[in-house]
């Protein structure tokens, strides 16, 4: 079982950068894959960008590459999302999501742990 709690979420102007952070509770977090995902408003839930524990690597979906990174910290069960040149179109509530395995992993249904989200709006 794992809790997830996100923050860092706020007003920015465009342009601007936030980080996020979602810190995690529960043993063995570094085993777990993790994601960020985001829904705006009248929207279905969108992959921004994940772990794959197979390599190591980072993958994004297509709207932040370039602009978003997923970063964590095993030591402090924690994961990042740094995202920098932030547009309107960015605005959503922003999610933190956990599962077990090693492989990559973009759908929601693939997560059975969420965290409660954090609200990113972006002005123009």
């Known amino acids: 079982q794992v809790q997830l709690v996100e923050s860092g979420g706020g007003l920015v102007q465009a342009g601007g950068s936030l980080r996020l952070s979602c810190a995690a509770s529960?043993?063995?977090?570094?085993?777990?894959?993790v994601a960020w995902f985001r829904q705006a408003p009248e929207k279905e839930r969108e992959f921004v960008a994940g772990?794959?524990?197979?390599?190591?690597?980072?993958y994004s979906g297509d709207s932040v590459k370039g602009r978003f990174t997923i970063s964590r910290d095993n030591a402090k069960n924690t994961v990042y999302l740094q995202m920098n040149s932030l547009q309107p179109e960015d605005t959503a509530v922003y999610y933190c999501?956990?599962?077990?395995?090693?492989?990559?992993?973009?759908?929601?249904?693939?997560?059975?742990?969420w965290g409660q989200g954090t609200q990113v709006t972006v002005s123009s």
């Open positions: 529960g043993k063995f977090f570094s085993m777990y894959a």
């Open positions: 772990f794959s524990r197979l390599d190591g690597r980072s």
């Open positions: 999501a956990a599962r077990s395995g090693s492989g990559t992993y973009d759908r929601t249904s693939d997560y059975p742990y």
